[in-house]
């Protein structure tokens, strides 16, 4: 079963490659940007035409949520056009894509679980070439796998744990947003979730919602990371209105993760207990 995974250099990519030599997943590839620039269609021709792959994983993003207000061209290109250009090899290759989305496709102004079904609303530019990345995708192709994932963070790349960990050592306090509630997501346990699908060899194509399980704010993700490493710094709840930022962030986006769960048999870990995890794995004794 031939893998190959574009926007391989980023976080989950790098995640990726991680579970897979774990696994011994020994038939997967995962291109340089020269190689398998998602925007350029001839090279991704000459990419799946070379490695022939059953199975086409999707991390490749433009994911500056507050730069995206402002450069929303190039996010559309990325978020939108990447994925259409990505669907389009697939069918003609006859593979299977597992593409990457967010929660951020919803408005998250509703506190209650948000399903695959529920109507989508997104605030921000982000959100928007997202969610258009997704119907381009369907549009294009029958068989994918597309999840949607929500505050993903790891040992690899940048992410709100590394950075917390970073100014925890460099300052005295910190304001930390209360008021914004959803649900971490560890970019290993998404990475092992993805083989799992793979894995599987189901047929249930469509839309999928991850996170680790439970429910915390910004602030209180910041606390946990902080107890966790024993990092003493004090943490200061901050309300959304006095952090103003360039794009909306949903103020609640939960979501529910019963699909993914039921037609995969997956068990998802607690949010707090794979943040362990991943610290103990930043700060080895």
Not at 123 to 143: D, P
Request: charged letters at 25%; one cysteine or more; hydrophobic letters at 35%.
């Amino acid at each position: 079963m031939k893998v190959v995974v574009l926007g391989a250099s980023g976080q989950l990519g790098s995640c990726l490659k991680k579970v897979s030599a774990e696994r011994e997943f020994l038939d997967i590839s995962f291109p340089s940007e020269n190689e398998g620039n998602i925007l350029d269609p001839e090279l991704l021709e000459k990419l799946f035409a070379r490695e022939q792959p059953e199975f086409v994983i999707n991390c490749a993003a433009y994911t500056a949520v507050d730069k995206a207000e402002d450069e929303q061209d190039i996010c559309r290109k990325v978020n939108r056009d990447g994925a259409a250009y990505i669907a389009s090899a697939c069918a003609s290759h006859n593979a299977t894509l597992v593409h990457i989305s967010t929660d951020f496709v919803f408005k998250g102004n509703v506190p209650q679980l948000l399903s695959e079904t529920d109507p989508t609303d997104p605030e921000n530019i982000y959100g928007v070439t997202k969610l258009e990345g997704e119907e381009a995708i369907k549009g294009i192709l029958s068989r994918y796998f597309t999840i949607r994932t929500s505050w993903l963070y790891s040992e690899f790349g940048n992410n709100f744990v590394k950075t917390m960990l970073r100014l925890g050592k460099e300052r005295e306090q910190l304001g930390v947003i209360a008021d914004q509630t959803g649900s971490p997501t560890y970019a290993i346990d998404l990475a092992g979730v993805i083989f799992d699908i793979i894995e599987s060899g189901s047929e249930s194509y469509g839309v999928y919602h991850y996170s680790n399980e439970g429910v915390t704010s910004w602030y209180d993700f910041a606390k946990a990371t902080f107890d966790i490493s024993k990092t003493s710094v004090k943490v200061n709840p901050v309300k959304s209105s006095e952090y103003v930022t360039k794009a909306v962030r949903p103020a609640y986006s939960v979501m529910d993760k019963s699909k993914i769960k039921n037609t995969f048999s997956v068990a998802i870990p607690y949010w707090r207990d794979s943040l362990e995890i991943c610290i103990q794995r930043l700060q080895p004794e």
